[in-house]
C-alpha cells in the first residue's frame, strides 16, 4: 500500500515510516502546522496538491484532525487518526462520524465513552513502540568505550528518573481563575485533594455544579468550538484542572522521593520549588529519552488524570527500552501485561514510596521485571503489530 502521512512535531514519525518500509509498504509524509486547523482553506489546498500526486491507499495521522477527515472524506479515502493525546478536544468534533474515519484510541474508557453513544468510527488500540530502534541504541552504547559515552551515562543514569512536564508554566490555564470566589477556589481545592487521593476514576467534571460553573466563566470564559459538542465542563475539566492536578501530584511526589534517593528530572521548565531534585532540563525524545530508561533504576509514570483508563505513550516506550516501570494504577494494564511480573503498579503515594524503597534494594527482581515487560512489548506491541491490526480493521 501508499500511505499519505500529514503530521506536526509529532511523536513516532519516523517509527511508523520505518515500519510502513518494514511491512513492505510506501509512505509520503507531509509536516505543517495547518493540520492542527479544524478548517483551513489553506490546509484544504494542500492537501489537493499532495494527494494528486500519486495514488494514495489511506491517509495517516498521530491524534485526530477535523480538517484532515473532512478532506478524506471528499476523495473517499480511509483516513487513519491514531491518537497519543489526553485530552484531544478535537475528537468531540461533529466530524468524528464521517465514514471515511477510522479513529484508534489508547484510552478503551474513552473508547466505551464513544462507542455506548453509536459512534461505529473509533475504535480501541495500545500504543506502539519501535523496539528495534531502541535495541540498537542500547547495544551501541554498550558495545562503545569513550567519552561520548561516559558523558550519556553520567547524565541519563539515576536511581529514580521522571520524564514529563511539571505543568509548572505561568499564566497556566488554571492560575486564570484568579477571579472566583473564596466559596469556588475553597470548592476546587477540596475536590482536587480528593481527586488525589483516587486512582482509576476521573470524578471532576461530575463535581463541576451549575454555580461553580458560572463562577469560573466569569474569571476565564470558554466558548466551545461551534463545530464540536464538548461541553464547558468538559473543557474546565479536563484542560484547566487536570493539568493543576498533574502539578499538584507530581511535585508533592517528586518532593517526597527526593527526600530520600537520588532523582533526575527531565522536564522543560526550572523547578525551583523541588530544590533535592536534580533538574536535568528537557530531553530529546529520540536522542536522549532512550538512554535514561535503559539506565535509571526505576522509572516513574505519573499519568495525566484525563487519561482514565490507557496505558500511556511513555510507559511503552519505559519498556520497550528495558526499563523498569512504575506507574500509577492505570486499567488497561490488565488487558496487556500483568502488573507485578512485566511492571510495577502503586496505589498510592505511600505505596509508591514503599515500592521504590523495596525495589531499588532488590536488583534481580528489579531487573527481570524489566526483561519481562520489555519481552512483552516486543512480541505485541511493536508499530509493525500496532499497523497489521489496525489495517485489518480498517481494510477488512
Given at each position: ?52 500526486q ?105 536511581e ?86 498533574a502539578?499538584?501530584e ?41 538512554y ?19 496505558i ?30 512485566d ?20 536488583d534481580?527482581?528489579?531487573r ?20 497489521k491490526?489496525?489495517f ?5
Amino acid at each position: 500500500m501508499n500511505i499519505l502521512i500529514f503530521e506536526y512535531k509529532n511523536f513516532g514519525i519516523e517509527d511508523v515510516t520505518d515500519a510502513l518500509t518494514n511491512m513492505g509498504h510506501t509512505s509520503h509524509v507531509v509536516s505543517s502546522e495547518l493540520i492542527r486547523e479544524r478548517v483551513s482553506v489553506e490546509f484544504d489546498q494542500l492537501f489537493d496538491l499532495e494527494y494528486e500526486q500519486q495514488h494514495y491507499d489511506c491517509v495517516f495521522t498521530f491524534n485526530y484532525s477535523p480538517a484532515l477527515s473532512n478532506n478524506c472524506k471528499r476523495v473517499n479515502t480511509p483516513y487513519i487518526a491514531f491518537v497519543y493525546d489526553s485530552p484531544l478536544v478535537s475528537l468531540y468534533s461533529y466530524t468524528i462520524i464521517n465514514p471515511c474515519n477510522h479513529v484508534f484510541l489508547f484510552d478503551k474508557t474513552l473508547y466505551e465513552e464513544f462507542h455506548n453513544q453509536g459512534i461505529s468510527t473509533v475504535h480501541y488500540m495500545p500504543l506502539a513502540v519501535n523496539v528495534a530502534r531502541l535495541d540498537h541504541m542500547r547495544n551501541a552504547l554498550s558495545h562503545s568505550a569513550n567519552n561520548s559515552t561516559d558523558n550519556i551515562l553520567d547524565r541519563f543514569s539515576s536511581e529514580i528518573a521522571f520524564i514529563g512536564s511539571m505543568y509548572n508554566e505561568k499564566h497556566n490555564l488554571y492560575e486564570r481563575l484568579n477571579g472566583i470566589s473564596p466559596r469556588t477556589a475553597g470548592y476546587l481545592e477540596g475536590i482536587m485533594e480528593s481527586q488525589l487521593q483516587v486512582y482509576g476514576y476521573y470524578f471532576i467534571e461530575d463535581m463541576l455544579t451549575s454555580n461553580i460553573l458560572e463562577d469560573m466563566q466569569k474569571s476565564a470564559p470558554i466558548t466551545p468550538n461551534k463545530d464540536g459538542v464538548e461541553t464547558v465542563s468538559y473543557m474546565y475539566a479536563y484542560y484547566f484542572i487536570a493539568r493543576k492536578l498533574a502539578e499538584k501530584e507530581r511535585q508533592q511526589i517528586l518532593t517526597k522521593l527526593s527526600n530520600r534517593y537520588n532523582v533526575k528530572l527531565f522536564t522543560p521548565n526550572p523547578t525551583p520549588a523541588l530544590p533535592q531534585v536534580h533538574d536535568m532540563g528537557p530531553v530529546d525524545y529520540y536522542n536522549d529519552m532512550p538512554y535514561i530508561f535503559q539506565n535509571s533504576k526505576i522509572n516513574l509514570n505519573i499519568s495525566l488524570r484525563s487519561i482514565r483508563s490507557g496505558i500511556p505513550l511513555r510507559c511503552m516506550d519505559i519498556m520497550g527500552a528495558e526499563g523498569f516501570l512504575l506507574s500509577n494504577y492505570q486499567a488497561d494494564f490488565y488487558e496487556h501485561f500483568i502488573p507485578g511480573e512485566d511492571l510495577i503498579l502503586y496505589e498510592s503515594q505511600d505505596d509508591l514510596l514503599t515500592k521504590c524503597n523495596y525495589y531499588l534494594s532488590h536488583d534481580a527482581e528489579r531487573r527481570q521485571i524489566a526483561a519481562n515487560g520489555y519481552g512483552k512489548v516486543k512480541e505485541s506491541h511493536t508499530y509493525e503489530v500496532r499497523l497489521k491490526e489496525i489495517f485489518e480493521i480498517v481494510f477488512r
